[in-house]
């Protein structure tokens, strides 16, 4: 499958290509995996080299959330049009007296994938995934693989099936 002038292939044939967190997963349908530069993984560099509209691809945004003593994180994914309002929806969604964007070296080191790459599917199983409904009103976007060196195409549905899956409006104006 082509989307821009990136081919993707079922993600199962290519289990390579995705992080080890990843491949425990790729029996879904509808995920597809396509190897890009990793030097272009960054959403705005990899839409403009790809030729890939902004509106299908998906930004994974790992935070931190605090309450007395309690520290605990959750995924965030939104459409890269839009920002996930973090310190409104998402605070008060997830019951947090303060929350933040999670430092790289713990979202790595928790996610076992690499920064820029990070995606929801193979989180930690007691993670939270928040799921803009802007997410899911696409039929497919392109998200994150776990490395730098791919991207998944991924049926929205498959983001909504997983299991600590919300989707609710989490980006400011909705």
């Not at 928040?130 to 009103?137: M, S």
Request: charged share 20%; hydrophobic share 45%.
């Amino acid at each position: 499958m082509e989307i821009g002038t990136l081919t993707f292939v079922p993600a199962t044939e290519a289990p390579e290509l995705v992080a080890e967190p990843v491949r425990r997963h790729l029996q879904h349908d509808g995920l597809w995996v396509g190897e890009i530069d990793p030097d272009l993984a960054d959403t705005a560099a990899f839409c403009e080299h790809y030729d890939i509209g902004l509106d299908i691809s998906a930004n994974c945004v790992v935070v931190e959330a605090k309450r007395a003593e309690r520290v605990w994180h959750a995924a965030c994914i939104v459409l890269a049009t839009t920002r996930a309002d973090v310190n409104g929806i998402v605070r008060k969604h997830l019951g947090a007296r303060k929350i933040s964007f999670a430092p790289m070296d713990t979202a790595v080191s928790l996610t076992g994938m690499e920064y820029g790459g990070i995606t929801p599917i193979g989180l930690p199983a007691d993670w939270p995934i928040l799921l803009d409904q802007n997410v899911i009103d696409q039929e497919l976007v392109i998200i994150g693989s776990g490395i730098r060196g791919s991207k998944l195409l991924v049926a929205t549905g498959v983001l909504a099936s997983l299991p600590t899956t919300e989707v609710l409006a989490i980006t400011k104006g909705d």
